[in-house]
């Protein structure tokens, strides 16, 4: 079965003739993960002064976090993950560190989880809708506490100062117990956006799951097992819809959105260039052991 399709270890084994471009690439995607990670901080903390009244609730507003808590625990995992295939010995494994590593990832998938499960409520809270008829000037309900939701991601305060700039001319929208409105040309765009998180983020628990299944099984050195097979083919499909989600990103126009995308695609095939790595050495052991042991 391995040579019916391609994998994405097969893709990125030239790069092992290059450790340093290799090693470099890597932790330059790391850092602007990073980096990253602080930008949606500051998305969620706009969209938390935005979208949420005063007396939310507490489940609101974990749930208006969902990326910075779910971006906090990507970058865990894949700590874990670089420190599973790559930067620690097989000496320093001991049972202890695989309960450690075990309960980490536990937490990890428990958090990521729950961001797919916040992805998909904040989408289904956009069919839960108050009506607000035709508003020619937005200037006429401005000093309400009110935030215009502009696309997935930015929100405008209805301000006297600021509601002159704002488009205006066509049927509005309250978010049903938020503190936002959007119009309808944007709805359904944002819609989109909002099953294209929901439906991203349940691919790659997929993947990150079947990573998991892979480095269990090279630890048991089962290189030829068709689980290991199937989990390869199906990563390889799993990675092409993230691919296809950026291209939906790009189209729409969110430039930061598709970048931090192709960045986690990026920082996981580090990921699987260690274990392509990792197979390559552990493979020239098991040839050693055979050979001196005929």
Not at 173 to 201: C, H, K, P, Y
Request: proline residues 1%; glycine residues 4%.
């Amino acid at each position: 079965m391995n040579s019916r399709f391609i994998s994405i270890k097969q893709v990125l084994l030239p790069l092992l003739a290059h450790p340093r471009v290799a090693f470099s690439l890597k932790w330059f995607v790391y850092v602007w993960l990073c980096i990253n990670f602080l930008q949606y901080v500051q998305d969620d903390i706009l969209a938390y002064n935005s979208s949420l009244a005063a007396d939310a609730s507490l489940a609101d507003i974990i749930l208006t976090f969902r990326t910075t808590i779910d971006t906090a625990a990507w970058l865990v995992l894949i700590g874990v993950f670089e420190l599973e295939t790559y930067a620690l010995p097989d000496a320093a494994f001991t049972r202890w560190l695989d309960r450690v590593f075990i309960a980490v990832k536990a937490l990890c998938y428990t958090c990521i989880a729950y961001a797919a499960y916040g992805y998909l409520a904040d989408t289904l809270e956009l069919y839960d809708l108050i009506a607000l008829g035709h508003i020619d000037d937005l200037c006429s309900i401005a000093g309400q506490g009110l935030f215009l939701q502009l696309d997935a991601a930015d929100y405008s305060e209805i301000s006297l100062a600021s509601c002159a700039a704002l488009d205006a001319g066509s049927e509005f929208f309250q978010i049903r117990g938020q503190t936002s409105i959007v119009s309808v040309n944007e709805l359904d765009s944002i819609r989109t956006m909002g099953w294209l998180d929901f439906g991203n983020a349940v691919v790659w628990i997929v993947v990150v799951i079947l990573i998991d299944v892979e480095v269990h099984l090279q630890n048991a050195d089962k290189f030829d097992s068709k689980r290991l097979s199937y989990a390869r083919l199906f990563k390889m499909l799993g990675y092409g819809l993230l691919i296809g989600a950026c291209l939906m990103w790009f189209f729409y126009g969110y430039a930061l959105y598709t970048w931090d995308a192709f960045l986690w695609i990026f920082g996981f095939w580090a990921i699987e260039l260690n274990l392509a790595e990792w197979e390559q050495e552990r493979l020239k052991e098991l040839n050693v052991e055979t050979s001196s042991s005929v």
